[in-house]
């Protein structure tokens, strides 16, 4: 890649911006194989779970825009392919006695996050008889949960990033 010599210094900014964006656009690519399967439309909705990406994000919106394409979003791509980004596993005698309430409190943090970022959603609860282990669409929204049960219940916590995978795992444990 050549860099040319600036003619004006709104040319070099426009350049430099188109650069940033490049740089951001391969990260992206790299670290989410998601994003590379979507060209996104700028503004778009999402069929499935009715989000609206416009201006560079994804939110909840009250109205569809007028010139809306349909895409569907990175969540629900990874629900339906069922191809989660991160797992939180719980585990503990404390889980087995105080399974409702953790969970609800895992679900609170859910819409506490999914409300401002529509993406990050949890995926499911598998209940095992030692385990629960609970799945996202996201790589944040387990870390979340993870902390908000240790400020809740105390227990162990810990969070493991996959980059190359783009995963996350997170273990919360109380045994007493
Ligand atoms: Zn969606």
Redesign the pocket.
């Known amino acids: 890649m050549s860099i040319s010599e600036p003619e004006d210094a709104g040319k070099d900014m426009k350049q430099k911006k188109s650069r940033q964006r490049r740089d951001r656009l391969l990260r992206e690519r790299i670290h989410d194989p998601y994003k590379l399967r979507l060209k996104l439309q700028d503004p778009a909705v999402?069929p499935?779970?009715?989000?609206v990406y416009e201006g560079n994000r994804w939110r909840w919106a009250e109205k569809r825009p007028t010139d809306a394409q349909e895409t569907?979003?990175q969540?629900?791509q990874r629900i339906n392919d069922d191809y989660p980004a991160g797992e939180v596993t719980l585990s503990g005698h404390f889980l087995q006695d105080h399974k409702s309430e953790i969970l609800r409190l895992a679900r609170n943090q859910e819409e506490l996050e999914k409300g401002e970022r529509?993406l990050h959603r949890i995926m499911n609860i598998e209940e095992g008889s030692e385990e629960v282990v609970i799945t996202t669409t996201d790589i944040h929204l387990p870390r979340r949960i993870g902390e908000a049960l240790h400020r809740a219940y105390k227990g162990d916590f810990d969070f493991h990033y996959d980059e190359e995978g783009y995963f996350v795992r997170v273990h919360w444990k109380r045994d007493d």
Request: aromatic share 0%.
């Open positions: 999402c499935q779970c009715g989000a569907l979003c969540a629900c529509p």
